[in-house]
């Protein structure tokens, strides 16, 4: 029995190794513009690697670059799952530069922020398509979740069967309504969270260990 | 005013349109022969000019990913803003059935309004309403 045993568990370390040796899974952080994915990749780059993954701001398109963060390797019940984290551009469907004009910006910023902005946003919709294997859907609660790009994101998503789990963010705010985001897209499961505050990251990462694990 | 000549699809250029807005409503049967970049560039070249284009059975996923993605690369300061898309929510047109998934076709169709961003507005939607405001030039 000792042998058996034995050779029941080296053949276990061996295939954990060999799953271990297994790519890290691409999860890419999508939403629309100001939903907090910067915020969330930062969150959870930062409690599992100590690192942050790149610049938060509540000027929109402040990341116009999909940004990786490699190797995040999140614990969960004794079961280790090792993601890339991509954070992607807001997706839009239109970019004008005169919106950050009211922020202070002058014409040459503006109009090179929202060139940058368009390239990063065609850059998102690519990786969508070509290089990611699952996807973590970032939605601001205390906005109105009845978008066409949400709608169209959503539907871009089920149509590669990449698995998806929606985050609705942002509860902290006062006009947070995470049931409405659960009305928008019945077919998923909805996780409340605040990124920004780190409230109910456990359940999140429990969610990501079983959605991408 | 010069006389109007032919463009993408076929119809009279919207360069004389200046009075008006011009609205292509392209049906499911022109769609259906044409290749996924086609029917995207029939899209921008008519919202470009400053059309509203209504697609009878809309686009797939595929398309709509690269519609937002070739957009993108068009948009440039002063001249072209992007794009206004809408169709009916999801809940509408989820019934696809699972031999069409297999066999990859989009039964679910859906009308779908396209229009320049600077132009065109949606003032509601739901499910069975598309309420929008289009502004001349």
């Known amino acids: 029995m000792g042998l058996l045993t034995n050779l029941k568990d080296s053949i276990s370390r061996v295939t954990d190794g060999l799953f271990a040796a297994d790519e890290p899974k691409r999860i890419g952080i999508y939403g629309p513009p100001n939903a907090g994915k910067t915020t969330l990749a930062n969150r959870i780059a930062r409690d599992w690697t100590g690192d942050a993954v790149g610049p938060e701001s509540h000027i929109p398109h402040e990341t116009r670059r999909a940004r990786r963060k490699e190797n995040v390797e999140i614990e969960r019940n004794g079961r280790k799952v090792t993601i890339d984290i991509v954070d992607t551009p807001g997706v839009t469907t239109k970019v004008d530069y005169k919106e950050f004009l009211d922020h202070d910006m002058e014409k040459e910023d503006a109009v090179r922020r929202s060139r940058e902005a368009t390239e990063g946003v065609a850059e ?3 990786w969508l398509r070509e290089d990611v294997d699952g996807v973590i859907y970032v939605l601001d609660s205390s906005t109105d979740p009845f978008t066409q790009v949400n709608t169209m994101l959503i539907g871009i998503i089920e149509s590669q069967d990449l698995p998806a789990l929606i985050l609705a963010n942002k509860t902290d705010l006062p006009g947070s309504d995470v049931q409405q985001i659960a009305n928008a897209f019945p077919q998923h499961e909805t996780i409340p969270l605040s990124a920004l505050e780190g409230e ?9 260990a079983e959605y991408f694990g | 005013m010069s006389s109007p000549t032919p463009n ?3 119809g009279a250029s919207s360069d004389d349109s200046d009075d008006g807005v011009r609205i292509d409503m392209i049906s499911g049967a022109r769609m259906e022969g044409l290749t996924g970049m086609e029917k995207i560039r029939l899209i921008l070249d008519g919202v470009r000019e400053g059309n509203i284009v ?4 809309g686009l797939s996923p595929d398309e709509e990913s690269k519609l937002i993605e070739v957009t993108m690369t068009e948009i440039s300061p002063d001249d072209f803003t992007g794009i206004e898309i809408e169709t009916y929510p999801k809940a509408e047109t989820s019934n696809q059935s699972f031999l069409d998934k297999l066999m990859g076709r989009n039964s679910a169709q859906k009308l779908t309004v396209i229009g320049p961003a600077n132009r ?3 003032l509601h939607k739901d499910e069975n309403l598309i309420s929008t405001l289009v502004s001349r030039k």
Not at chain 1, 201 to 208: L, S
Not at chain 2, 54 to 57: K, R
Request: overall charge negative; cysteine-free; aromatic content about 4%.
């Open chain 1, 124 to 126: 998102a919709m690519h």
């Open chain 1, 200 to 208: 109910n990251m456990d359940e999140v990462y429990t969610k990501i």
């Open chain 2, 8 to 10: 993408a699809d076929g």
């Open chain 2, 54 to 57: 209504i697609l009878e059975e």
């Open chain 2, 120 to 122: 065109i507005e949606t």
